[in-house]
Structure formats: structure tokens, C-alpha cells
């Protein structure tokens, strides 16, 4: 029986592998079921403007249910817009977002989640952007129970590498191995990519990245090494080198997004993959490159409307999803077929809503809303 510490070990090297190799995601994802203690998982995004979703990878889920939900559950999914505005890297369970007792009364849960016989789940935002969000959900069954405090700190050990993971790979071509994205494809992904050894030197660098190291705003080259231009950045990024040159486990939550500036408009970033375990150890190996440093530019988020009416009149999950569906369609029997739920409730929350907000009429909402 492997050690729970030689078993995190392997999970976070499949996850990396699955960074620059996508076909191994459903692989890397029952690999985190197995470490978590779940039986399904997802990967996607969702976008909370356009109402739409997609299931980027997926392991063990009921390929039926899963057309039906995007068919014709998305929109009655409760858990949406407000899963959506967790902050970054947070676990939070099914109840942490919906009550149970509200939940079964849904039509989302009578019709979707109960015949799969899912008795729970955990969330991550691994990525969030004004209105789209990445995210993992880990499902759990009957035979599993409710999550319990290992599944929510073992799911959070792995958030950060799922976060560089996440990152990274959507650099990639799906259709090449691990090998040749690294040995072919670097030079043609549109962030700077540096390969370095352990003590930062510079093995292979594309052009993106040759144009950064020739205008040294960003990251410099010192006697051969990757340095970046400000100090505290490049204490991070020579320490996280070091640190790949011992395995996936040993870089921890260093290297997944190190901040090289933070001037508008855009924020640039170093996201730090190891290349000395699982399958990316052969395409480093021949480089002498102990990791891969990945430096692009991310625009400043702002919070999504929606969250920030939230937030500023304290609106529940559940509330915020009516005045969402009320920017769709108008008339409680409309918003009521739309969510999936009865009139009544449509009803209470959107008096609720009223009182929290002062507006006395529907029409006063969509105002409120665009004028956010």
C-alpha cells in the first residue's frame, strides 16, 4: 500500500503530465479520486454572461446525464452564477453554496442528482476570470457519504498544481505527447518559455521569450541564468529551480504564478513546471533542464456584475440566481420553468430580493443590474 505522501506524489506528476499532454487529464482526474475520495470528477468552465458551459475532461461520469445537462439542466443548475464567485483556489462543498433542504426541492436535484445517486460534491475555482471561471468538481456517491475533512484538505493540498496545471496547459496543442510539445511546440506558444537547469541557466528560450530578455523589464539573462528584474521575484523563481531538481512535491505552492509586475494594464506572470518527474522528465532530460518557466501577461479582473450586487446587498446564492434569470426572462411563471423551480419560490426570493435591494418592481432589478 503506497504512503500517503508517495501517493501525492504520483497524482501531482500525473496532473503535470496532463499540463503539456491533455489526453492524460481523465487519467490525472481518477487519480485524484482515488487520493481524494471520490468517484467522479469534472473539469470545466463556465461562463455566467453567455449561460454556457463546457466539460473540458471527465472521468467516470454517465455519458447520458452529461448531455442532458448541458442539453437542458445548465440553466436550472442552482449552483450557478454564485459558485462562481469563490474566490480562486478555495474548496468549498455543495452546501457551502446551496442548503440541502432547498437543493431537493429543485427540479436539478429530482430529475439530475438524485437518479445518479450523487450524494455530494466539492468545488475549486482553479481560474476566474469578469465572467468565466475554470473549475474542478469532485463528485462523492451513497456508498462515500457526505465529504468529510480529509476529502477537503487533500483537495486543497492539490489546488495549487492543479492551478499550474491549468494554466499551462492551455498552451498546448491537445493533439501532441508530452515529448513533442515540449520538444517542437515551445516555439510556437505565444507566452515566453524558458527551460533552465537548477541553477536557472537558460538551456532553450522561444521568441517571445528571446524579445523579454532583450527589452529586461521582465527577466534578464546573468552569466548565462534567468534572472527576473525584480528582486523578490527572483528569489522565488531561483528557489523554485532548486527545488524541481528534487520532484513534483518539492516546489509545492512556489513557482505556481509568480508575480513579475503589476502595472495596468496587464499583470505578467511566471508559472514554474517541473521537468524531472513522469513523462516530462525524458524531453528535459536531453536539455539538462530540471523545469520549464512559462511568463504571460494576465489583464486585471474586475468582479463580474452580479457578484458585486451580491456582495454589496448581501444576496444569497440562491436570490442571485433569480435576478440573474430575470436579465434572461420576466414573469415568476417564465423565471419558475426557467430555474426549475415552483412559483412560490420564485416568489419568497424575489421579496427578498426587493426588501435587500429597494426596488419595487422587476424592471427596477434589470436596471440595477445594468447599471452595474
Known sequence: MLSDRTEFSSVIGEIYDA??????????????????????????????????????????????????YFEKYLPMDPFFPASSFIDVGVVRGSND???????????????????????????????KGVTRSSFLVIRTDASQGPADDLMFSRTAALVPHLQRAVAIGRLFDQARDTERALTETLGHVEAGVFLVGADGSISFANDPAQKMLADATLVRKEGGELHA??????????????????????????????????????????????????????????????????????????????????????????????????????????????????????????????????ARRQSGLIKLVAGI
Do not use: M
Open 229 to 358: 528584474a525584480a528582486p523578490a521575484a527572483d528569489r522565488i523563481l531561483h528557489e523554485v529551480f532548486a527545488a524541481a531538481r528534487r520532484g513534483d512535491a518539492s516546489i509545492g505552492v512556489r513557482g505556481v504564478a509568480i508575480p513579475l509586475a503589476d502595472s495596468a494594464p496587464d499583470r505578467w506572470f511566471a508559472h514554474v513546471l517541473p521537468l524531472t518527474s513522469g513523462r516530462r522528465q525524458r524531453a528535459g532530460h536531453g536539455l539538462a533542464a530540471v523545469a520549464a518557466v512559462f511568463i504571460r501577461n494576465t489583464p486585471p479582473n474586475a468582479p463580474p456584475p452580479l457578484e458585486a450586487i451580491a456582495k454589496q446587498y448581501g444576496l444569497s446564492p440562491s436570490e442571485i440566481r433569480v435576478l440573474d434569470a430575470l436579465t434572461k426572462v420576466q414573469g415568476v411563471r417564465h423565471l419558475a420553468d426557467l430555474l426549475g423551480l415552483s412559483q412560490a419560490t420564485v416568489k419568497t426570493h424575489l421579496h427578498k430580493i426587493f426588501r435587500k435591494t429597494g
Open 19 to 68: 499540463a503539456i499532454d491533455p489526453t492524460l487529464w481523465q487519467r490525472a482526474l481518477g487519480s485524484i479520486c482515488a487520493y481524494v475520495g471520490g468517484y467522479s470528477a469534472v473539469l470545466f468552465w463556465h461562463d455566467a454572461a453567455a449561460q454556457h458551459a463546457q466539460a473540458l475532461y471527465l472521468f467516470n461520469d454517465d455519458p447520458a446525464y452529461t448531455r442532458l
Open 97 to 127: 453554496i446551496v442548503p440541502q433542504a432547498e437543493l431537493e426541492r429543485t427540479r436539478f436535484y429530482k430529475e439530475w442528482i438524485e437518479p445518479q445517486g450523487i450524494a455530494d460534491a466539492i468545488a475549486v475555482n482553479l481560474e
